[in-house]
């Protein structure tokens, strides 16, 4: 018989169906063993006749509650591609919402391989921190190499070290003692804090209208 919910009864029922779904199936005996000469299954100590019939019912049931929760899903998957959302990028589909907040969560199919958005945003905080890193240890490398030649040679170590064959100008420029710095015009740690803040605004956004959107719309299953 059909009935009328919400799509948030829906997901709640197919979330109780799976568990139903598992505990049936992990205690269901479809076969057993029993002797030539005994009544009764050595396992289950029923009538044979019994015992099948149990065993088929509880077939049956594990067939119908996955039928169900098809169904359910099939309910679920039309009113997403049906209902749709305004949100700060434009319009979609619940069903869109969903693949897309899915995908920002890192649980796509693809899993966290798809959360383009995250792996940049690590990506640029990472080179940020590397590069800063290779900056201090230069510096100080610089420095005291700096302090050798001037102990050593004075001024004219700048000009031996850059006039060495296989000695590149940046080299010779460290070895004198010249201090380096971050290249960073895109200010990427602040370009990196903003989108952050930009995706999680967003996804509080599709979290949200996907919650109304469930709460408020009727399915027939």
Request: net charge positive; proline share 2%.
């Amino acid at each position: 018989m059909e009935c009328r919910m919400t799509v948030v009864q829906a997901l709640e029922e197919r979330d109780l169906l799976i568990k139903r779904i598992a505990k049936y199936t992990r205690q269901a005996k479809f076969v057993d063993l029993i002797g030539s000469g005994s009544a009764v299954t050595w396992g289950q100590r029923m009538a044979p006749a019994d015992f099948a019939a149990g065993a088929e019912g509880t077939l049956q049931r594990i067939r119908d509650l996955s039928a169900r929760y098809d169904r359910l899903t099939e309910a679920v998957l039309a009113s997403n591609a049906s209902v749709w959302l305004d949100t700060s990028r434009g319009r979609m589909t619940v069903a869109a919402a969903v693949a897309l907040r899915n995908r920002l969560r890192g649980n796509g199919p693809c899993g966290d391989m798809a959360d383009f958005e995250g792996k940049l945003i690590r990506q640029m905080r990472d080179q940020y921190e590397e590069a800063d890193r290779a900056r201090r240890q230069k510096n100080a490398s610089a420095r005291k190499n700096g302090d050798d030649l001037k102990g050593r040679k004075g001024k004219s170590g700048r000009a031996e070290a850059a006039g060495r064959p296989g000695i590149s100008i940046a080299m010779a420029q460290e070895s004198a003692g010249e201090r380096l710095r971050l290249c960073d015009p895109l200010e990427i740690l602040r370009r990196a804090d903003g989108m952050e803040e930009e995706r999680e605004e967003f996804l509080v956004e599709l979290e949200t209208g996907i919650r109304i959107s469930n709460a408020t719309t009727y399915v027939t299953v």
